[in-house]
């Protein structure tokens, strides 16, 4: 399993277990057809908690599923868009999605942008990482890989790698699985985001050794005090990515 080609793009038993509880909430919710903003936005998120939580801090005990808590909007904005519009595929996100408009999309971002952000390290009770692997990550994470043409992950996500705002997220406190299937996705044009789209050319500069040694690391962090994402502006990033400022014009 440490070659991205064999990266999980489907959650593990567990997390089909409450894709399966959930399937009851998915079809109410399926119902609703043309899905605009209104007052009873908590009572329709109640489909989302089997999968996210009540306030997104995500489920226990998952090995897949992404916390949404304390995600800068735009950034939740951009992802719900992206499994409406077909720059995602994850066939529950793409059927909740299909009838949202940009609108109702957007109040469903604001309300768990506004939830406490929850960060905490996803895989508590897995192994501590053997040295040679921390120092490999620490060393990606922290410095990037000038060979590679990798820049390092924190000049986007941040000193603490609680994310950015308006649009890039925590990296701490993502279960490990669901961080490969990501790069892994991005690499094989499956997740696309918003031009110009600098996470494919980081996927790329990734070997899959790298991948899942990254994602081995981020999984088990915890960010300590700094949950809230960095202030838009704070950082110049090193790459250009749809939304955010960038340090040199690009052609
Ligand atoms: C059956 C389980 C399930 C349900 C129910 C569900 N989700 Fe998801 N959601 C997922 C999975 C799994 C992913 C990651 C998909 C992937 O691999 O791209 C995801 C991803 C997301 C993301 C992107 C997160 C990120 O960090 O990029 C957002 C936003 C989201 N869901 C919002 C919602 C909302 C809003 C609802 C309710 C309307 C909902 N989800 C219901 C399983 C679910
Ligand atoms: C040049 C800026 C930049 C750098 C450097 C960068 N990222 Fe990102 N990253 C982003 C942006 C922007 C997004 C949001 C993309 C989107 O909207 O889909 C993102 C999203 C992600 C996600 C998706 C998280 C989720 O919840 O779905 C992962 C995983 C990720 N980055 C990993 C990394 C890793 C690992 C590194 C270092 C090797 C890194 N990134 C370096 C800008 C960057």
Not at 79 to 100: I, P, S
Not at 186 to 202: E, F, L, Q, V, Y
């Amino acid at each position: 399993m440490n070659d991205v080609s064999s990266a999980p793009h489907r959650p593990a038993a567990g997390a089909r277990l409450l894709a399966r509880l959930a399937c009851s909430a998915l079809l109410a919710f399926g119902a609703v057809q043309a899905q605009t903003a209104g007052p009873d936005l908590r009572e329709r998120l109640a489909a989302c908690a089997a999968c996210h939580g009540e306030r997104g801090e995500g489920v226990a005990g998952s090995t897949y599923y992404p916390h949404l808590a304390g995600k800068p909007a735009g950034y939740l904005i951009e992802q719900l868009q992206a499994f409406r519009d077909g720059r995602r595929h994850y066939w529950q996100m793409v059927w909740l999605t299909q009838y949202m408009d940009d609108a109702y999309i957007a109040e469903i971002a604001a309300y768990y942008a506004a939830q406490p952000p929850h960060t905490q390290a996803a895989d508590v009770g897995a192994p501590a990482l053997p040295a040679a692997v921390r120092e490999r990550a620490e060393q990606l994470v922290h410095h990037g890989d000038a060979q590679a043409g990798l820049p390092a992950c924190v000049a986007c996500h941040g000193a603490t790698l609680t994310g950015l705002e308006p649009a890039v997220p925590a990296l701490v406190g993502l279960p490990q699985d669901y961080i490969v299937s990501q790069i892994g996705s991005w690499r094989d044009g499956t997740r696309r985001s918003k031009a110009p789209d600098c996470m494919a050319k980081i996927a790329a500069a990734l070997s899959p050794a790298d991948i899942r040694i990254v994602a081995q690391y981020l999984s088990h962090q915890s960010p300590g005090a700094h949950d809230e994402p960095a202030a838009a502006g704070s950082l110049m990033p090193p790459l250009a990515c749809g939304d955010l400022p960038h340090a040199q014009v690009t052609p």
